[in-house]
């Protein structure tokens, strides 16, 4: 048994760390001429400021507002518009359904099949479209517009469709809903 010194033991230890790669510090490195400013602490913060209602009115007012902010689907890029968009559902009936109301089918979308959403993008071509389409939302963004849209229902991506109608500039999404089979989905 080989028995080590403290001095060799702390060598033994220099020995078996990796070296450390050369770092070039500040003055190591060559002037270039230009100089490097930093505007981050002259930048000045913007504090929301929260109002306090004195009325009924003021506070309804207030209420409206927070609920308009928070209901504006796609925001985040400053530089692109939000398009509009309807959401429609979509079901196949037959005439047993319709006239003789024997199928298992309601007037309701827990009956329906699809769910067609039409973006009008005015100015944009197809070319310039981008489309992602998960489960639980769809995402649009081309020159113009930006599109980041929840889905009420789950959806199956790969039977869902997508066109373009050009003579109304309109994204037409034809995306199919992913409901559990029950007395009522088939």
Same mark, same amino acid.
């Given at each position: ?20 790669? *050369?770092?070039?510090?500040? %003055?190591? #490195? @060559?002037?270039? =001429?230009?100089? $490097? ?7 000045? /913060? ?16 207030? *209420?409206?507002?927070?609920? %308009?902010? #928070? @209901?504006?689907? =796609?925001?985040? $890029? ?7 968009? /309807? ?100």
């Amino acid at each position: 048994m080989v028995e080590f010194t403290a001095a060799q033991l702390e060598k033994l230890t220099e020995l078996m760390r990796p070296p450390e790669p *050369e770092i070039l510090q500040g %003055d190591d #490195l @060559s002037s270039t =001429g230009y100089e $490097i400013t930093s505007t981050r602490n002259s930048i000045s /913060t913007m504090k929301e400021v929260t109002r306090t209602p004195k009325t009924i009115e003021e506070y309804e007012a207030l *209420e409206a507002e927070e609920a %308009d902010q #928070l @209901s504006k689907v =796609g925001a985040g $890029i400053p530089d692109k518009k939000t398009p509009s968009y /309807t959401m429609n559902y979509q079901q196949s009936v037959s005439a047993e359904d319709v006239f003789l109301q024997i199928g298992p089918k309601t007037p309701s979308t827990a009956s329906c099949e699809n769910l067609i959403v039409r973006v009008k993008m005015p100015g944009d071509k197809k070319e310039n479209v981008d489309l992602s389409v998960d489960a639980t939302s769809v995402t649009i963004t081309s020159s113009q517009f930006h599109l980041k849209l929840p889905l009420p229902h789950a959806i199956n991506p790969d039977t869902s469709k997508a066109n373009w109608d050009t003579s109304e500039e309109t994204l037409v999404l034809t995306l199919k809903l992913d409901r559990e089979f029950d007395f009522v989905n088939f």
